[in-house]
């Protein structure tokens, strides 16, 4: 008797699916990786270097001192003073989805902390909540952000993901640019630095404000940064964008940030960023009111062309100020 005639056909057992949550595959190398080893490394591929996107929490977790961190403000929260609705649904209601979805405190999150044993004044744009939008709320935890680092003479440090200002809202998020950018206009003239980390995306009016106006400006690798899209530029002037445009390294090549720094040496180049403009002697020195001085590279830092005046801004080579997983 033939096989395929065989009554009792072939022996068949329930495929075994794998749990989510154990492999993940690279965005730009294809490469399948083990999820542990994604997480210990910082959510940086360890085939290409490829950095993932980071959750909030994780990010906050790497980037301080443990054991530090003082969260400020949680008790804001965004209004609906225009009544907006997409679609049937309130914004209100869009706002308290994405409250337990991700947690309080809005898009933003800021509060007090050390980075190599620093005092710092330090704030984190949420991504998962809305994109990481700019709305009443947010500009008024970054406006707070810096007052009380002026108040403590202490430094400021922002890092940025965000797709901009927030719709909902419409004028009065729009307004938070020019908010913001008067608190950081009051840091400059008290000669307290601020210290500006952009991630990947850091677009529309948060691009246009607060994150492009650090004393140092850090980029980590290949992360999108700009006011308006590639695709929305290229239909605009009709004409084709260099590869790499509004990419971190393009930007590091035509003077727009200092510094571009891998995710696992970020903590350290903070750190040394930080003791710098210290002085050694406790005074911070960011010029004469402008943004940064000259200060001397060492390590394999990527030091870009002093966009902010900071020619030549230190590197980040290995010392006892590695960054701590999360």
Same mark, same amino acid.
């Not at 500009?139 to 403590?152: D, H, M």
């Given at each position: 008797m033939a096989w395929w005639s065989r009554q009792g056909g072939l022996d068949s057992a329930p495929k075994k699916s794998v749990p989510k949550g154990i492999w993940s595959k690279c965005e730009r190398c294809a490469e399948t990786l083990y999820e542990a080893d994604l997480t210990a490394n910082l959510q940086v591929c360890t085939n290409c270097g490829h950095h993932f996107r980071m959750a909030t929490e994780a990010r906050i977790a790497m980037s301080i001192d443990p054991g530090s961190w003082d969260e400020c403000d949680l008790h804001l929260e965004s209004a609906d003073p225009l009544g907006f609705r997409v679609d049937g !649904?309130?914004?209100?209601? =869009?706002i308290k989805g994405a409250g337990k979805k991700v947690g309080a405190g809005d898009a933003y999150?800021?509060?007090a902390a050390t980075i190599g044993g620093m005092p710092v004044e330090v704030g984190f744009f949420v991504f998962e909540f809305m994109g990481g939008s700019m709305g009443s709320?947010?500009?008024? !935890?970054?406006?707070?952000?810096?007052?009380?680092?002026? =108040?403590?003479?202490v430094p400021a440090i922002v890092f940025c993901a965000s797709g901009g200002a927030r719709m909902q809202e419409g004028v009065l998020s729009l307004m938070q640019m020019a908010k913001t950018s008067a608190a950081r206009s009051r840091l400059r003239e008290a000669h307290v630095p601020y210290i500006s980390v952009l991630l990947h995306p850091t677009t529309g009016g948060v691009a246009a404000s607060v994150a492009m106006l650090g004393d140092m400006i850090i980029a980590e690798p290949d992360a999108l940064i700009g006011f308006a899209g590639p695709r929305v530029i290229e239909q605009t002037i009709r004409q084709q964008l260099p590869p790499g445009f509004q990419r971190s390294e393009f930007l590091l090549e035509h003077g727009m940030v200092d510094l571009v720094v891998p995710r696992t040496d970020l903590r350290s180049t903070l750190a040394r960023v930080l003791r710098w403009f210290a002085g050694g002697d406790g005074t911070a020195r960011t010029g004469n009111g402008q943004s940064g001085s000259a =200060?001397?590279?060492?390590?394999? /830092?990527?030091? /870009?062309?002093?966009?902010? /005046?900071a020619h030549g801004a230190p590197g980040n080579d290995d010392d006892d100020d590695a960054p701590a997983g999360d």
């Open positions: !649904k309130r914004y209100s209601d =869009a999150r800021a509060g709320v947010v500009g008024e !935890k970054i406006t707070r952000q810096f007052e009380r680092a002026l =108040a403590r003479r =200060a001397p590279a060492n390590g394999a /830092g990527h030091s /870009g062309n002093g966009a902010n /005046g």
